[in-house]
């Protein structure tokens, strides 16, 4: 294992990336809903169209940055978003990146809010592209344990 923490490796860089298009797609589901549920939107119709447009936006944004793409096990539960962003590269800062294989490299990162999650991402490079894996793992107050936490 080759700790390179290089926050320019191409795997780092692709994992920003689906941060940045995850942040976008979330404070747009957050802003809508809050319109939703003030009573601002109440167009039953528009609303679905709303949330089939959303879910065609994530299943791009997964295709393009998760390896197993819209398979990802918490894929559906995107839609019921929560009241603040889950990727924020503002409040997720990276601690570590290690290069297990040349096709493979380890990220962690540590939540700078809520819970102060520590979060290890996977990434493996299929051909030219760096893909997330849907195996995110946490762990809470640096314990050494990591569990489950999938995208």
Partial sequence: MKQVHNENHPAVLALKDF???MHGWEVEMINYNEKVDSGEIT????????FHRQREKLKGIFRKYVDVGEQATRFDSFL????EP???QDREQ????NEQVP??????TI???AYHYKIM???IRTGDRWFVRDNRKYSLNFETKWKSYPL
């Fill in 19 to 21: 941060f940045f298009d």
């Fill in 43 to 50: 167009v039953e119709a528009e609303v679905k169209a709303f």
């Fill in 103 to 108: 096709n493979k490299v380890i990220v962690e």
């Fill in 86 to 88: 889950i990727y924020d």
């Fill in 80 to 83: 019921n978003s929560s009241s």
């Fill in 94 to 97: 990276i601690v570590s990146v």
């Fill in 111 to 113: 939540q700078t809010h």
């Fill in 121 to 123: 991402y996977t990434l």
